[in-house]
């Protein structure tokens, strides 16, 4: 069983931005395979299902970005489950808008959410997918761009992108991390309809 979470920061003000593209994913994903995430516990949302033959727990913390972990932390010891169990799903803002990149473990990149997760848990050997929501404006704060909304101008580009990651996360759960890498760690043709 995987345990899969899509990170962001819960609340309507946060809805929509570039730092919430974790449930973002996480939300197509669950439409996508008919799994509900709305059962309240751990400090999340989650809902289990299938990916194909694939067993999973979808999980959006409730807790706040920098605190992603306390909700990781306890899914996992429910589940007896250990960080190669792990895929976290967060934004990152040294891709482009189109981008994937798939990590298998590491630092946490400046990543609060990642932070979190790795001293809640104890452990960095966790598999990613981050997403690409592309560098602030010159002069414009990060902290900023990141808890802004896509404009409209973005939005067929982040629904491709949205569809994308949903897709490679089916492909590294069926085919394995590698096959998901050379198929999706490349720039998404965001004209292409």
């Known amino acids: 069983m995987k345990i899969i979470v899509g990170l962001g920061n819960p609340g309507a003000p946060y809805e929509g931005t570039r730092h919430n593209i974790g449930f973002l994913v996480m939300d197509r994903l669950a439409i996508a395979h008919h799994i509900l995430i709305s059962t309240k516990r751990f400090k999340a949302l989650f809902g289990k299902g299938l990916i194909d033959s694939q067993e999973v727990i979808l999980i959006k913390p409730m807790t706040f970005m920098n605190r992603s972990g306390e909700a990781v932390n306890r899914v996992l010891q ?7 169990n792990l895929i ?3 934004d990152d803002l040294d891709l482009s808008l189109g981008r994937l990149r798939f990590k ?6 400046g990543h609060l959410g990642v932070r979190s997760i790795i001293e809640s848990i104890g452990a960095n050997n966790f598999l990613r997918l981050k997403v690409g929501v592309g560098r602030p404006p010159k002069g414009m704060d990060p902290a900023g761009y990141v808890l802004g909304t896509f404009p409209l101008s973005e939005e067929a580009d982040l629904n491709r992108v949205l569809d994308q990651a949903t897709e490679a996360i089916k492909v590294m759960l069926l085919d394995g991390v590698q096959t998901a890498m050379n198929r999706f760690q490349k720039k998404i043709r965001l004209e292409e309809g």
Do not use: C, K, L, W
């Not at 429910?78 to 190669?84: A, K, N």
């Not at 298998?104 to 990149?109: A, K, P, S």
């Open 78 to 84: 429910f589940y007896h489950s250990g960080p190669e």
């Open 88 to 90: 976290v799903i967060h």
């Open 104 to 109: 298998m473990r590491g630092g946490d990149g």
